[in-house]
């Protein structure tokens, strides 16, 4: 067990109370403005939903799952503060959750109609594919709730032709159906153009009374060929069961739709687990209360941590046995047990490491560091379980000593591993996220199973004021060449001008909103999560080997 040094005296002190009163502000602002992002079109759109006797998004979902369980929610801020020209789109229009259906996890994806009828926008597709990806990695059966007036025109050049837009979503349909992994649909609205094809290349296929289902609507069928025609007609429920044989089962109303499902759903024969999920024991709660972590940990990354006091507070009983301890100690690895399930942890170090003759500072990664985590990696994977990384990383060491050490060779060993890893892989951003670290603490380019953030979470290229003084250097050279010499109170305001507009991108929201990070979460519902995750990707038995091509000794 780890022993943690916090003592009731240190929980009462002013540096453990000034973060959690940061934390509780943070909270705070990220509550509302998810809240505000869980509104979808607002009142009004609800209200116009409700008159056509449907149910929206979430009030679907909600009927869907299992009684006395909880939706958890992904991708939820996709699309923040994006599409202003607009009149933006809250959640990327489409809701994205895992819930249990008849006591078994589902990827649910549910059209939000009262956001642009449904309409996709770039970011809606993203959010379907990343969403679907996440279905397909996992093994984890899938229902799409289909109520959307197809892509949004304005913007058709961005959600159209590339290899991650709207044709990824039918490719990834088709690829899951070969790999056996159930999909149900359910035409509960408008079902236009393009997306008509999502429910026809699911297992099943379930429409409402009042749905339509068409490649071109009334209007356009004028249009390009002149022809009149109603919309039940064309492309009514009633027809497509009983003239076209397009629907497999015709139902009045959500309400019967949503039973149907159900009923459907549970007829599906019991996957075979992950063999690490064989070896899953009875949960352990953690010794240590996980409420000091808002003490632990300042929101802002100001001040140091000991990260064995984090992992205390997340594992099983608070045990961990931690791999190499006085080797490389600017990244932590071990093994634990989380929700039962034995995994390996990969955490970055936020202590100043102090050695006879040198001292390491806290997030960045060493050689040693580096060197220890690569073969950490390649042990987890003979054992095959899966990777938990905890990232808060500066980035990796520089200077003249680091280069001589073969800083960049044995960070090339690193990503070599992670790249090459084969066990679940998941994520989770606790402070820094800066540069190679990034890539060498598996990032979203390192195919995580998934990837989730804390509100604390900073993401870029380099932290804000470093990324200020470059720029700002860039700028002055651009005023000299213009033969102008700004005062010291210009460069000040042109220094914070700078600084601002970097730091708006450094918000978790912006990455989220750009599905960077698959959610933000509070620490104090990690563990849950982590477990709900690790629970999901118990469902892909798969094993492949493990091959790291050219690797650097």
């Known amino acids: 067990m780890i022993q943690s040094h916090i003592s009731p005296k240190e929980r009462e002190s002013s540096a453990f109370k000034q973060n959690k009163d940061a934390w509780v502000r943070l909270i705070a602002d990220f509550r509302t ?53 607009w009149g933006g789109a809250p959640g990327g229009g489409v809701v994205t959750a895992i819930g249990k259906i008849a006591g078994r996890d589902w990827m649910i994806i549910a059209n939000d109609a009262t956001v642009k009828a449904g309409a996709f926008f770039p970011i809606t597709a993203k959010k379907v594919i990343r969403a679907q990806t996440i279905a397909l990695e996992n093994r984890l059966p899938t229902v799409y709730l289909v109520d959307s007036a197809g892509v949004f025109l304005p913007l058709q050049d961005e959600v159209f032709p590339d290899q991650d837009d709207f044709g990824r979503i039918f490719y990834l349909n088709a690829r899951m159906s070969g790999l056996g992994i ?35 609507g009334p209007a356009l069928v004028k249009a390009a060929i002149g022809q009149e025609v109603d919309s039940e007609a064309l492309g009514g429920a009633r027809m497509h069961a009983e003239v076209s044989g397009t629907v497999d089962f015709y139902e009045p109303d959500d309400e019967a739709a949503i039973a149907r499902i159900r009923a459907l759903a549970a007829l599906y024969a019991q996957p075979t687990l992950a063999p690490w999920a064989a070896e899953r024991k009875s949960e352990v709660e953690p010794f240590h209360p996980p409420e000091d972590l808002y003490g632990l940990v300042s929101p802002d990354g100001s001040k140091p941590y000991d990260v064995n006091e984090v992992i205390a507070r997340l594992v099983d009983g608070s045990e961990f046995h931690e791999y190499k301890a006085g080797y490389g100690q600017t990244l932590v690895c071990g093994y634990a047990r989380l929700g039962g399930f034995p995994v390996g942890i990969v955490a970055n170090q936020r202590l100043v490491i102090k050695k006879p003759g040198k001292i390491e500072v806290g997030g960045v990664i060493y050689a040693e560091a580096a060197d220890k985590a690569a073969r950490f990696i ?19 060491m520089v200077g003249k000593e680091s280069e001589q050490q073969g800083i960049i060779r044995r960070g090339a060993k690193l990503v070599n591993a992670v790249s090459n890893s084969v066990v679940p892989k998941i994520t989770l951003i606790t402070g820094g996220s800066f540069g190679a670290g990034n890539y060498a603490m598996a990032g979203k380019a390192y195919a995580p199973r998934f990837i989730y953030a804390w509100p604390s979470a900073k993401y870029a290229v380099m932290s804000g004021n470093a990324a200020a003084k470059t720029l700002m250097e860039i700028e002055l050279a651009k005023l000299e060449r213009e033969g102008r010499k700004p005062t010291e109170e210009d460069l000040l305001e042109l220094y914070e001008h700078i600084k601002a507009r970097y730091e708006e991108t450094l918000d978790p929201r912006y990455a989220a909103a750009r599905l960077w990070v698959d959610e933000v979460i509070f620490p104090h519902e990690t563990r849950r999560r982590l477990v709900r995750s690790l629970e999901v990707c118990a469902l892909n038995p798969g094993r492949e080997a493990m091959q790291i091509g050219v690797f650097q000794v």
């Not at 679907?60 to 994006?82: K, S």
């Open 182 to 216: 159930p999909q149900i649909s359910a035409i509960m609205g408008n079902c236009v153009a393009g997306g008509a094809y999502l429910p026809l290349m699911t297992d099943v296929l379930i429409m409402t009374e009042g749905s339509g289902l068409y490649l071109a």
């Open 378 to 396: 390649l042990e987890v994977n003979q054992r095959f379980i899966p990777l938990l990384f905890l990232m808060d990383v500066s980035g990796f």
């Open 33 to 85: 403005s998810l809240e505000q992002v869980r509104q979808g079109g607002g009142p009004k759109a609800v209200e116009r939903q409700h008159a056509k006797g449907r149910l929206t998004a979430r009030e679907r979902i909600a009927r869907l799952i299992d009684p006395g369980t909880e939706p958890e929610e992904i991708l939820g801020y996709a699309g923040w503060q994006m599409y202003a020209d």
